[in-house]
């Protein structure tokens, strides 16, 4: 099939023409990508350092998407869970296999895979204590989606405003802070939900000290230890999952973004104890872990394990994060690094929305996830020149952004001066 329009601009019109204008949009427009590469319309190269939000992770076009993808469009699509899935079976195989938890659910986003945990934890507190006990420790600065129960989860106040009433149920921790975890914890506590790394919070890491208290704390009170991981689960810090670091045991974990290399998925994994509380009637989806969704799944899931890519998520991380140090020593602009393996935020002292776009102009993309911080999160296949490519073209930006502020500075003093 041909392309709809033919150049960025005539996208940006039929867009800004006929979409919902909740996004603040880049002006490209993208024809076909490979690895961590894509072209434009008019055929310009960038590096995809953001990789659709983390979740491009076998690159584009990876042969082994590509295939399985195909191979299933052509022999069916979905048939719903009324139904057995075989690649739905699979895929939560796999995902068992490599957590170690008992059991997949699965739906279709981020925000899904919270709504099911949410409902899960409070259903389990209802089965075995009996209703309100409903109460979920939650974090400041967090991001669980944009669904009315994963935005009541949500720690950032800018989401919530205008959107009430919210569900209730969710009483904010500050990140970090055990002690504050500890006054907080009842005997109506039936959940904790954090994110060992906050990604939409600027890329915030969680201590492994922290982790490991909340989750003691959870085992005390008979609470269940659940894990936001839909931005750092799935190889994206260079172990399976982030807890696997900490040498943590959830009891649930909530995944979505690199699940699927980008086609929509997300899943719930819960050990057989706490996910025996959902009976047939008490949840589902529709579309959750169809035939498509789940096919593309296990092929990351296989490829991730058969082309061995955490070990170069590691050091394609490592090699990334030096590069950023480097520069940070050369350039007053850059400041702190944060965050793991290929999921990295780098604090800036210029207006990150506008170095942002100067990178895209240099054929580099990633994403201002704040005010004054980057997030970086290339395709786990990244290579070493693409990450060289990539801090090059950084620092061309950072030049771009430093002449424009100092022309403007000029600008202004011309017009004080006549
Ligand atoms: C992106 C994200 C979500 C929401 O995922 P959607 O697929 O956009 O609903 C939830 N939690 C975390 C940690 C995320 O990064």
Redesign the pocket.
Known sequence: MSAPYPDAAAVAAASDRHLFQNYRRQPIAFARGRGARLWDLAGGEYLDFIGG?ATSSLGHAHPALVRAVSDQVARYVHVSNLYLIPEQARAAELLTAASGLGRAFFCN????A?EAAIKLARRRAHDLRGPGEYEILVAQGS????TLG?LAATGNPAYHAGFGPLPGGFRFLPYNDLEAAEAAIGPNTCAVLV?PIQ??GGVVPADGAWLAGLQGLCRGHGALFML?E??TGIGRTGRMFAYQHHGLAPDLV?L??GLGGGVPI?AVLATDDAARHLVPGDHGSTFGGNALASAAACAVLETIASDGLLDPVTAMGGRLRAGLAALAARRPEVGAVRGAGLLLGVDVQVDAAALAAACAGRGLLVNNVRPLTLRLAPPLVVTAADVDAALVALEQALDDVSRRRGGDEAAGKDQEAT
């Open positions: 939000i986003s981020g925000a899904e919270n991001f669980h989606g944009r994963a994110e990604g939409e936001d839909v931005q909530c979505a973004k997300g």
